[in-house]
């Protein structure tokens, strides 16, 4: 008995040390690549400025101003350091509406990829494990979506159920599963026939274990490389939609929808379009760069094909 | 070739029945037809006529079968905020938004084969992070920012070409080059690796060491070969090209299928939506076809059964 336990906590003490040296090894690699660096910190940067938002900024957001209209940042004539980098038509202060259109971002960003993933990778797995008509049905499907251009989908859905923060996790969900399903049933099929599969078949297991035990974590690593590109394009249709006016409703606050307003002011008021873009493209790029270095890591193929 | 021509144009047929369905779906949910159509104070009389006139006492099925027909027709009903067919509203706005397409295209070609192939041969070298570093930027920044920037220096600030509108060549430069730009940033990442690949084969090594000077071996033994990723490239660059007219052409006011696509939605005018969609659907779709077409002409080795 006493020998027992003590066999087991060998056997755990052992298994910890190894996922702690997986982990160091994991922050090394990721240490080594500096583009994968740079992401690291643009994207720690970034949830900073949505977690600690309130800290970072005195002003709400959506508070209107009149008196304080089109003022100029700090830095320039007439810009005040109460304001860091100016106001908008409305008298709203920026930089606190880029510390807290952050949180929309990364929200939508990740909550839509999430989603879309989870249909995207269901689909796929039923595709290519039951195949036959399964298969047929999903497969044309997809192929319909893909004749569309994603954000022309995501226009017709939001014309139905109207613009918010909810729908529109839902509406690129069910817009962008395409490339989850294609890439997971293609994974499938070439899982489905290893020797594994076939000697957990072969000695009778239960096709639910099959898929959750044998396939599933082997499809993963694919799952993480799309998951990661899927982020980036994600943060920026969520911006394309604000700017349209089909995202997130006031008083939420998107930077594509700040973009919208300065657009109308950009012949006089430089400051009010250019930082929400600038946002954008540091987050963008940090997403890019990490999922850069996500797929180098897991999937080395795939790097030699990319050169 | 004739034989797979038919058996693809075959295959457009069930995708065009799904994405007819799913416009269908959607628009019926939208709500009652009937009451976006009436005027407020139209009676309970006027309702059910209008409901008879519409055909929406029948059953779902029915209703689509009509819907298809007529479709077919080329008849997607009338928009009310226009008060006209909604097809030949769509068809009027498509030269514009194929012009801008194809401008763009090109500008982005232009852009992107000497770069792809510079920096594939000069790979790792400081001309090559450097191109590499600005096609990262150019993904990573929304095209309708880039397009707002380029107002900014062009127009507002130089004063050298229009802020937006349709018209002469001066109009096209800015709306142009905003979708160029990011489209030319993912052509060139993707003709650098396929030019790498190539540049490690054989015949390039043996041309190499026949003594050709390296503008012919580049020019005409590698690039040639890798046409046919450029042209896969390009192809696959369509769909979003159409995704980033819809908002160069809201940002520049440029009067094109997108800007109208984008006004519809926000008026939830379902005629127009339904047309413009299922026309680009179509017009993706014969792309598609095209290029395949294209690749058989351009690489004998490929058959098609």
Same mark, same amino acid.
């Given at each position: 008995?006493?020998?027992?336990? @003590? ?8 298994? #910890? ?12 690699? *990721? ?9 690291? @910190? ?102 319909? @979506? ?6 022309? *989908? ?45 000697? #957990? ?30 982020? #980036? ?5 969520? #911006?394309?939609?604000? @700017? ?40 963008? *790029? ?7 270095? *996500? ?13 | ?113 000497? $770069?792809?192939?510079?920096?594939? $041969? ?14 990262? $930027? ?94 896969? /490239? ?52 014969? /792309? ?18």
């Amino acid at each position: 008995m006493l020998a027992k336990t @003590f066999e087991e906590k060998q056997v755990s003490t052992r298994s #910890a040390s190894n996922r702690k040296s997986k982990l160091s090894k994991t922050i090394k690699l *990721l240490f080594n690549s500096k583009t994968g660096t740079v992401g690291l @910190f643009l994207i720690i940067l970034v949830t900073c400025l949505a977690v600690f938002a309130p800290w970072l900024t005195s002003f709400d957001p959506a508070q209107v101003n009149p008196l304080a209209r089109l003022q100029p940042p700090m830095w320039m004539e007439g810009g005040s350091a109460e304001h860091i980098l100016g106001t908008d038509n409305l008298g709203r202060d920026i930089w606190s509406r880029i510390v807290y259109g952050s949180r929309i971002s990364l929200i939508i960003g990740i909550g839509a990829v999430l989603f879309s993933g989870f249909i995207g990778a269901t689909l796929g797995l039923l595709a290519g494990f039951y195949g036959g008509w399964i298969n047929a049905i999903i497969m044309r499907i997809a192929d319909a @979506f893909l004749a569309v251009p994603t954000i022309l *989908l995501m226009l017709v859905f939001l014309a139905v159920v109207g613009p918010g923060l909810r729908t529109l996790i839902v509406v690129i969900g069910i817009t962008s599963w395409v490339p989850y399903a294609r890439v997971v049933r293609g994974e499938v099929l070439s899982i489905k026939e290893r020797e594994f599969v076939k000697a #957990a078949q072969a000695i009778g297991a239960k096709k639910k274990r099959i898929i959750f035990k044998h396939i599933l974590p082997n499809v993963l690593s694919s799952f993480i490389i799309i998951s990661g590109m899927n982020v #980036a394009t994600t943060i920026v249709l969520e #911006a394309s939609l604000s @700017f349209l006016g089909l995202g997130v409703k006031a008083p939420a606050v998107s930077w594509g929808g700040m973009l919208s307003d300065g657009r109308q002011y950009v012949a006089t008021s430089w400051w009010v379009a250019t930082f929400p873009g600038i946002a954008i493209t540091i987050t963008v *790029l940090g997403v890019i760069f990490l999922g850069d270095w *996500l797929r180098d890591i897991l999937d080395p193929r795939m790097k030699m094909k990319n050169g | 070739m004739t034989r797979y021509l038919l058996k693809s144009i075959l295959q457009i047929v069930p995708v065009l029945f799904i994405i007819s369905m799913l416009v269908f779906v959607l628009v019926r949910a939208t709500g009652d037809p009937v009451a976006l159509m009436l005027p407020e104070s139209a009676t309970e009389q006027d309702r059910i006529e209008m409901t008879e006139a519409l055909g929406l006492n029948e059953p779902l099925y029915v209703q689509y079968g009509i819907f298809i027909s007529n479709a077919i027709r080329g008849d997607f009903g009338i928009s009310y905020h226009y008060g006209q067919q909604a097809l030949p509203l769509v068809l009027e706005r498509l030269p514009a938004s194929i012009e801008l397409a194809v401008v763009s295209m090109v500008i982005s070609t232009l852009i992107a084969i000497p $770069l792809g192939i510079l920096s594939a $041969l000069k790979r790792n070298s400081y001309l090559d992070l450097i191109i590499s570093g600005i096609s990262v $930027l150019g993904k990573a920044m929304p095209n309708f920012w880039v397009g707002i920037m380029l107002i900014l220096f062009f127009s507002v600030m130089l004063g050298m070409f229009p802020v937006s509108g349709r018209g002469g060549l001066e109009n096209m430069v800015l709306p142009a080059f905003t979708l160029g730009v990011g489209l030319a940033a993912q052509m060139t990442r993707m003709i650098r690796s396929t030019m790498l690949e190539i540049l490690n084969q054989d015949y390039i090594r043996t041309a190499r060491s026949k003594g050709i000077i390296e503008a012919i071996v580049v020019g005409k033994h590698a690039f040639r070969n890798g046409l046919i990723s450029v042209v896969t /490239i390009m192809s696959l660059q369509f769909t979003s090209l159409i995704s980033g007219t819809l908002i160069t052409e809201t940002v520049f006011a440029w009067p094109g299928l997108g800007q109208l696509l984008v006004a519809a939605v926000n008026n939830k005018d379902m005629a127009i939506i339904q047309a413009a969609v299922l026309i680009i659907a179509l017009l993706v779709i014969v /792309i598609n076809i095209l290029t395949d077409v294209v690749y058989r002409l351009l690489d004998p080795r490929i058959k098609y059964n």
